[in-house]
């Protein structure tokens, strides 16, 4: 045992440098190997590689700020905890907590200090107690930090070890090369004991990003992940993966540093626990997406950025043929992969991964739309243009009509949205305002001046609860996300890695079928995503003639030849 034991840490020892060699390959890196190893193995033995898949079909995420539901001289977790435990708990197996760190601004994603959580959020011990309860997703904001940082404030006062943690030039580069999500100026300003110095900025002033080309900042950033897992948290979510390392006269994106500095995190990850997963959240066309999966070496889990954009393009033109044609295209993920299913976040809804998939004809009018709607569009610098970057809405309200048409089904196609991500092959992700019926928050844009407060409500936890504990829009929301929860859960077809086969039921038809991985359930799940009822015949979908077939959803036999389908229904259609 002893001689595996040894053999698995000089194994692990090996691959560690091998990724450092590769991130930086001008330096020596034993001792920046041993250092490492010994963040997470001094008193932990690595175990052996394996390709496992760490989720089934009853895995569905919730994502939420903590402090959505706030209640009187009590802590936001306690709030959070509280609502999760009335209405979420037999629903949902992970919750993933947006940044509840200190920050100076963007909401939580400009975080002063890692290791500190805000007072009135709560406390490590906290975090500790609700991951007993549920898997934890946290924001590990790997690219950059807060301008009011311990370590950006050593920078301004050239004190180590901060002075060497971020990217800054006395003379102004030439930077036209960079692709990057904001129209700001990337370099900023910033007055410190060496004098004035440009200073890379990918998202705001506020957001100062580091400089991985010092290894010291990985080591800090590893440091972290230690303290997270050490405090609950299995989940780690890169946020703005894509942009971490820079490099002079190039685009600054998915550059091979940033790949192979996620390929050692997801190495030590998987010798640490098989119970924790990284997922990356990269905004992109969805080839660059895809690529983030790596050789199943990199991420665990991807966002599925291009869903959102397709599913509402989908839903507003009632033709599924662009999202048909998409889905044929994706790979399926390799063992220990899996994709995240997601269609609202506190984000917006991204243009980018609809690039080459949605004419722009079409996205055009799309976004025209989603003004009409009471929502707004924030842009991006490309090449001396600004372009579409993301559509800020709540998602209700992006759905409350067609291209062309006010009508009705307001609720019926937000359910028909869900019902089409919860049956796809991967994990769903739904934000608690989807969960909820959310509307556009106006006031807040107004109060906040950043489009993406819009879909950033903060409840009084009493108010909530009064709404759904009684008869209302939302409780009759939440009831119907919940039963089709509730049935995705127990099917072994909706396994995040069972089989999946797009299906061609014309346009105005949606539908895949799954396939559980011992073969022994089928489930097609047929959507109508247009304003009129369609009729299918069943004949069409194949239907083994020695099995009896029943609808889950209404849970009645299909003994018919044609199925009448009315606007936005869906059947998930199964042979046990």
């Known amino acids: 045992m002893g001689i595996w034991m040894n053999s698995q840490k000089d194994n692990l020892l090996e691959s560690i440098h091998s990724h450092l060699n590769r991130i930086y390959p001008d330096s020596k890196n034993h001792s920046l190997t041993k250092k490492i190893y010994n963040i997470f193995f001094q008193k932990k033995n690595p175990k052996p590689h394996d390709l496992i898949n760490r989720w089934d079909q009853s895995d569905i995420a919730v994502i939420t700020y903590v402090d959505t539901f706030q209640k009187a ?72 930090c807060s301008s009011e940082s311990k370590w950006f404030q050593q920078f301004i006062q050239n004190q180590l070890p901060g002075k060497n943690y971020f990217i800054a030039f006395k003379n102004k580069p030439d930077t036209q090369k960079v692709i990057r999500p904001r129209s700001h100026d990337l370099l900023q300003v910033f007055d410190t004991k060496k004098g004035k110095q440009f200073v890379w900025c990918t998202f705001s002033r506020d957001q100062v990003d580091l400089n ?74 969805n080839k660059e997406n895809i690529d983030y999966f790596g050789n199943g070496n990199e991420a665990n889990l991807i966002y599925n950025f291009s ?77 001396h243009t600004k372009k579409p970057y993301e559509i800020n809405i709540a998602l209700i309200d992006a759905l409350q009509g067609t291209i ?13 949205a869900h019902a089409i991500m919860l049956a796809l092959e991967g994990i769903p992700g739904i934000y608690i305002h989807s969960l909820i019926g959310s509307e556009n928050d106006h006031q807040q844009v107004r109060k906040s001046s950043h489009y993406r407060s819009i879909n950033r409500r903060k409840y009084q936890l009493d108010e909530i609860s009064q709404l759904l504990n009684q008869p209302s829009r939302q409780q009759s929301i939440l009831y119907k996300l919940k039963k089709l929860i509730k049935l995705r859960k127990a099917q072994e077809a ?68 044609k199925l009448i389908l009315k606007p936005y229904q869906t059947y998930w259609i199964t042979n046990f």
């Open 212 to 285: 991985f080309k010092n290894s010291d900042v990985l080591i800090e950033i590893l440091k972290i992940i230690k303290f997270y897992l050490d405090r609950g948290i299995s989940i780690l979510r890169l946020d703005a993966v894509a942009f971490l390392w820079k490099e002079q006269n190039s685009e600054c994106i998915n550059l091979p540093q940033t790949h192979e500095i996620i390929r050692l995190i997801r190495l030590i990850l998987d010798a640490y626990s098989n119970n924790t997963f990284l997922i990356t959240e990269t905004n992109l066309p």
């Open 73 to 144: 001289n009590k802590k936001n977790i306690h709030s959070l905890e509280e609502f999760l435990d009335t209405f979420l708990k037999d629903s949902i197996s992970t919750v993933h907590i947006l940044p509840f760190f200190p920050y100076s601004s963007d909401d939580g994603f400009s975080i002063t200090d890692y290791q500190k959580i805000e007072k009135q959020n709560g406390s490590w011990v906290d975090i500790k107690k609700l991951s007993k309860k549920y898997k934890l997703m946290s924001d590990l904001v790997i690219n950059h």
């Open 404 to 416: 062309d048409n006010l009508d009705n089904f307001q609720i019926d196609r937000f359910i028909c």
């Open 494 to 561: 909706f396994h995040p890695n069972a089989t999946q086969y797009t299906l061609n039921l014309g346009d105005r038809l949606f539908g895949v079928w799954r396939q559980s991985q011992n073969r022994k359930q089928s489930i097609f799940a047929i959507n109508n995503i247009s304003d009129q009822s369609q009729v299918i015949d069943t004949d069409s979908l194949n239907l083994i003639f020695n099995k009896e077939w029943f609808d889950l959803i209404s849970n009645k036999k299909i003994n018919h030849k």
């Open 307 to 383: 869903l959102p954009p397709l599913i509402l393009h989908t839903l507003l033109f009632g033709n599924s043929h662009i999202l048909r044609k998409w889905l044929m295209s994706m790979p399926p993920p390799m063992e220990g992969n899996t994709y995240f299913n997601f269609i609202a976040s506190h984000d917006g809804i991204g243009i980018r991964p609809a690039e080459g998939l949605v004419p722009n004809k079409q996205i055009k009018a799309i976004l025209k739309r989603m003004k009409q709607f009471g929502g707004h569009v924030s842009y991006r610098n490309a090449k």
